[in-house]
């Protein structure tokens, strides 16, 4: 949602010692209250800190995971050694093409869990 204050907001946040940022978290995470507004309550803090906790660490168990991609078809993802991903990040890896008429079975990207297909 992109919300646009008004000088009377403007004021108000500087006043209040918050931040323009501050806002779009008030809203993306906060409880309404009424028709056009939002209160930020304990058990929203809690929620929100709770996810990114779960996204810190999915973060950390991902680190140095690699994911090919052609068009909007994942070929593979792997853990690169560290010989290959510093090669990776100079550039000088090299890839092997793919044949032309080689066929991918795509599959949905799910968030999380794991598909139950074969």
Known sequence: ???????????RIRQRGLRESDIS????????????????????????????KQEINALE???????????????TVYRPSRKTERLLLRGQH???????????RALPIHDGGHSDAS
């Open 25 to 52: 978290v008030i809203v993306g995470a906060g409880t309404p209250v009424d028709d056009d507004s939002l209160l930020l309550l304990g058990q929203d803090v809690d929620r929100e800190i709770r996810r990114r």
């Open 61 to 75: 168990r991902l680190r140095g995971c690699r994911v090919v991609i052609a068009g909007e078809t994942v070929i």
């Open 94 to 104: 090299r890839q092997q093409a793919i044949p032309a008429d080689h066929a991918f």
């Open 1 to 11: 949602m992109n919300l646009t204050l008004t000088q009377h907001a403007l004021s």
